[in-house]
C-alpha cells in the first residue's frame, strides 16, 4: 500500500481551529499515558454530560469537581517538585482546569483548548505558511519501508520505528516521531492512496513495531 501527498500551501483560515484540535489531543493522549486514573473518572463526567445535564446531574459535576481538583493537586506537587515531572505536571493541572469548570458548571459547554496547544498550534503554522510550498515541490511518499520527505534541495526517510503518534481533524493528520517533530498533512494533498486507510495504516505500523499507540482520532 501507498500514499503520496503533493504539499501545498497552508492558507486555508480553517486549519487554525483544526491544529489547535490536533496538538489537544496530542496533548490529552499524553496525559491519558501518564495518569489513566484521573481520566477515567473524567469519562465517566463526560459520559454523563452526553445524557444532558438537569439539576440533579449537575450536582453530581460538582461533586466530580472537587474530585477531580483533589486528583490534580494530588498530581501537580509531587510534579513540581524537583526533578520536576512534566507527565505529572501536565496531568494535574488538565484535572484541576476540569475539575473548576466541573463545579462552576451550569450549563455543559465545550472546554476551550488550552492556552499552550494555540500558542503552538500558531507557531506550527507560521512556519509553514512561510513556505513557498508550490516552489519548494515538496512530495511526502508512504510505503511498506517508511515515509520520505522529497523538495527540490533533497530528500529524507523515516522508518516507522519512529513513528510514535497519530492525530486526525476534519481537514487533517498530525504525525509525532520519537524526536516530537511533527509532520502536519492536509487531506486534500493526497494524490494517491484512500483518505480513508491512512489513519489505520499508520495505526498498524505503530502497532506492528510493538509501541503503544498515542493517539486518538476524533
Not at 510550498?133 to 523538495?151: C, I, K, N, Q, Y
Request: proline content about 6%; hydrophobic content about 40%.
Amino acid at each position: 500500500m501507498e500514499f503520496i501527498f503533493h504539499v501545498s500551501n497552508y492558507d486555508s483560515p480553517e486549519l487554525e481551529t483544526e491544529t489547535v484540535e490536533l496538538l489537544r489531543q496530542r496533548l490529552e493522549a499524553r496525559s491519558r499515558q501518564a495518569a489513566p486514573g484521573v481520566w477515567r473518572v473524567t469519562d465517566r463526567l463526560n459520559a454523563h454530560a452526553a445524557k444532558g445535564p438537569g439539576r440533579r446531574t449537575r450536582q453530581r459535576y460538582k461533586v466530580y469537581g472537587v474530585i477531580l481538583i483533589a486528583l490534580g493537586v494530588f498530581a501537580l506537587v509531587p510534579g513540581l517538585v524537583e526533578p520536576r515531572i512534566p507527565g505529572l505536571i501536565v496531568t494535574g493541572t488538565l484535572a484541576i482546569v476540569w475539575g473548576i469548570w466541573s463545579v462552576s458548571l451550569q450549563e455543559r459547554k465545550p472546554l476551550r483548548p488550552p492556552a499552550s496547544c494555540r500558542r503552538e498550534a500558531a507557531a506550527l503554522l507560521k512556519t509553514r505558511r512561510e513556505t513557498d510550498w508550490d516552489a519548494l515541490r515538496a512530495e511526502v511518499r508512504f510505503d511498506e519501508a517508511g515515509w520520505s520527505v522529497r523538495t527540490a534541495e533533497g530528500e529524507s526517510r523515516t522508518a516507522y520505528e519512529d513513528l510514535r503518534s497519530v492525530f486526525e481533524t476534519e481537514r487533517l493528520w498530525l504525525l509525532v516521531d520519537g524526536t516530537k517533530q511533527a509532520l502536519l498533512l492536509q487531506k486534500k494533498d493526497l494524490i494517491a492512496g484512500e483518505a480513508g486507510d491512512f489513519l489505520p495504516y499508520l495505526q498498524g505500523k505503530i502497532i506492528n513495531q510493538n509501541l503503544p499507540y498515542k493517539g486518538e482520532p476524533i
